[in-house]
Nanobody, 124 residues
Framework: VQLQASGGGLVQAGGSLRLSCAASGGTFTNFRVGWFRQAPGKEREFVSAITWGGGSTRYADSVKGRFTISKDTALNTVYLQMNTLKPEDTAVYYC??????????????????WGQGTLVTVSS
């Protein structure tokens, strides 16, 4: 499966953006889909994940209450709605898929396919 992330851009602090992750050459069936981000000079970190089948979701503490992950099964797309954005949310955001267990969703080493990344810049 190939992943295409989109929706990044420049936004002021307090604003919103919605990222999309579309699958091609396959579907998200039997996968969990995660969002990660990497700021300049920092490690790639977990943001959120969703189980494609059941829709269970998980969030990093830093985005809980501000970001919402969702899916559209008809479009084979996962979204990340980002509200109340902060300058520290500035990063390249990546989507990826895994079949790992729930407790390992935060670990990028368990993700097998990655999208190309989309840049989110939040100005203060």
């Amino acid at each position: 499966v190939q992943l295409q992330a989109s929706g990044g851009g420049l936004v002021q602090a307090g604003g919103s953006l919605r990222l999309s992750c579309a699958a091609s050459g396959g579907t998200f069936t039997n996968f969990r889909v995660g969002w990660f981000r990497q700021a300049p000079g920092k490690e790639r970190e977990f943001v959120s994940a969703i189980t494609w089948g059941g829709g269970s979701t998980r969030y990093a503490d830093s985005v809980k209450g501000r970001f919402t992950i969702s899916k559209d099964t008809a479009l084979n797309t996962v979204y990340l709605q980002m509200n109340t954005l902060k300058p520290e949310d500035t990063a390249v955001y990546y989507c990826a898929v895994t079949r790992t267990i729930w407790s390992a969703l935060h670990d990028r080493r368990h993700y097998t396919h990655w999208g190309q990344g989309t840049l989110v810049t939040v100005s203060s």
